[in-house]
């Protein structure tokens, strides 16, 4: 059984005075915490694919945002069951879980908080905004494998959509540009392209141009990311 650490000291809490409404993200890569930190978020959880955070790390966390609201963007599908637990197990704050399975639909959400709604309307907004996200990441395979009808190679580059598979081969700038044609719909207007630690300011500059080629009705943003594992997250909405 999972308990509550001895009571928080001031010194443990994050500085400047009381807030009504605070936000904790779980992100990976230098990049894109500071993305979450320009959008107003307070505290970072080191996380991601490979290294989830414990309910111990999000109640550590979530003593030492000050605020009696905190919303909590867990950016991966297998970190939400534990900020769930640590909601259970927090009685001396309001915490709202927005259940984001990737790092756009966090950025998503954050974005769309208005701090004149109620917590309850912002949670609907919030919610609802991330549906219209989708996301694809670009990775590679660790072995041979068969997934979705698709042989891969051990080595092969993988752009990996909400639903599955999007596109395999051996480029990463092909692959990735595969990725986003299976994403990209009619109705979409913003293509975001944040590119990882292995992947040159000069090659992500490249790609982003061939992706306005391909889709001159888009904006088309380009952002470092940093983030391990993944060469590029992209995502459309």
């Known amino acids: 059984m999972l308990f509550r650490s001895e009571p928080k000291q001031e010194e443990d809490v994050l ?10 993200a779980v992100s990976v890569g230098e990049g894109i915490g500071e993305i979450f930190k320009g959008l107003g978020v307070d505290y970072i959880i080191e996380g991601g694919q490979t290294m989830n955070p ?19 963007l867990p950016n991966n599908k297998n970190i939400i069951l534990a900020a769930n637990q640590a ?11 927005i259940p984001t399975k990737t790092v756009p639909q966090g950025i998503t959400a ?7 709604l109620s917590v309850e309307e912002n949670t609907t907004a919030m919610m609802e905004e991330m549906k219209g ?10 072995r041979d494998t068969n997934i979705d009808g ?19 081969g051996t480029a990463i700038s092909s692959v990735t540009l595969d990725m986003v044609e299976a994403l990209v719909t009619e109705e979409m ?28 009705d888009c904006d088309i943003e380009l952002q470092y990311g940093g983030q391990p594992i993944y060469y590029y997250i992209v995502s459309a909405e």
Do not use: C, R, W
């Open 87 to 97: 909601q259970s197990l927090v009685k001396d704050k309001d915490i709202v879980v």
């Open 54 to 72: 414990s309910t111990e790390d999000m109640l550590n966390a979530i003593d030492k945002v000050n605020a009696d609201h905190v919303f909590i």
């Open 133 to 142: 996200v989708a996301t694809g990441q670009v990775t590679y395979a660790v």
């Open 150 to 168: 698709q042989e891969i190679k051990q080595g092969d580059f993988m752009g990996l959509g909400d639903k599955g598979i999007l596109s395999v």
């Open 189 to 216: 207007e913003l293509i975001s392209i944040y590119y990882g630690a292995e992947i040159e300011e000069e090659d992500a500059e490249k790609l982003k141009e061939q992706i306005e080629e391909k889709f001159p």
């Open 15 to 24: 500085p400047g005075p009381k807030k009504e409404v605070g936000f904790i």
């Open 110 to 116: 954050v974005i769309n908080y208005v701090p004149d």
